[in-house]
């Protein structure tokens, strides 16, 4: 795997500063498939210093370090008091949140990043290929744009590659690019240790197939090559804990319940990552196949 170690005090220098749209903007209501996506869930230890600060089934999790503090993802548009909530619940300072990633820049992921970035001051890295869908608040996306913005237009303060390694505050944490859903789309491998073990945490992009016919995709040429790219790669990925983008896809409320308590281990599942990840080729294969 090609892995580039880049320190994001490196990553500053090359690109673009903050430029957080002030002006109110008018979103687009996109499509909300589940009510879960904005039901609240009680923060938790995952493993070491990794937490679960998501809502019921829009993963977001913090990586907390003595620098401060790594936020993925943001859900829907109006879910930073809801991230708020679980973050202080365990113990740790909204406001010591530093930097801000995500693993594809949808509206469901990226939709508070820019109320967090206001209320704590974090800076925003994105994989490239993602980096203008923010600015225009998801309307250029290929699958759900063009009819306005779904989520607040902001700009990242820095771009990173697939593939690169994102330092921060002892953390390495690395991008697998896996295009597809977004163009930008990554999962993210971290070693995490507690006092038993050290694990390889994945948060995986699960690559749900958004585009209806894949023969013809309107601003996204070499989808399919990208697809098959990322289906071969996150087959051959090895890791011990298994998390996703959505609470649902790594199986959160069947493997743990709110009361539970520090167990790691609940989320060491192989088998349960092929099953997803075997049930989604087979839906792209079949899109595949209906476009003649
Ligand atoms: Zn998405």
Redesign the pocket.
């Known amino acids: 795997m090609r892995q580039r170690l880049v320190p994001i005090c490196f990553l500053s220098t090359l690109l673009c500063l903050v430029s957080l749209n002030s002006s109110a903007q008018t979103l687009v209501k996109p499509p909300i498939l589940a009510d879960s996506w904005s039901q609240p869930y009680p923060g938790f230890k995952i493993v070491g210093n990794l937490y679960y600060v998501g809502t019921n089934d829009l993963a977001c999790y913090l990586i907390a370090t003595p620098e401060g503090h790594v936020l993925i993802n943001t859900g829907l548009p109006g879910s930073a008091s809801m991230i708020r909530t679980s973050v202080e619940a365990l113990g740790f300072r909204f406001q010591d949140i530093k930097l801000l990633l995500t693993t594809?820049a949808?509206y469901?992921?990226v939709g508070g990043t820019a109320e967090v970035m206001k209320l704590t001051g974090a800076r925003m890295l994105i994989n490239e290929r993602d980096a203008s869908v923010l600015e225009d608040g998801g309307n250029s996306d290929y699958?759900?744009g063009g009819k306005g913005s779904t989520f607040e237009a902001f700009s990242a303060d820095a771009l990173y590659r697939g593939g690169d390694t994102i330092r921060f505050g002892g953390m390495d944490i690395v991008s697998l690019p896996h295009p597809g859903?977004?163009k930008g789309?990554n999962s993210f491998l971290i070693s995490i240790a507690d006092e038993q073990r050290s694990y390889k945490v994945l948060i995986a992009n699960i690559p749900?197939v958004?585009a209806a016919n894949l023969s013809s995709v309107p601003g996204y040429a070499g989808i399919v090559e990208d697809y098959e790219y990322t289906f071969e790669a996150m087959k051959k990925i090895e890791f011990d804990i298994f998390l996703a983008?959505h609470a649902g896809q790594f199986g959160l409320h069947q493997k743990r319940k709110p009361a539970d308590s520090y167990n790691p281990p609940a989320f060491v599942d192989r088998k349960g990552y092929d099953m997803i990840i075997d049930q989604m080729l087979k839906e792209y294969r079949r899109r595949l196949a209906a476009k003649n």
């Open positions: 594809h949808h469901d992921h699958a759900f859903h977004s789309a749900t958004v983008s």
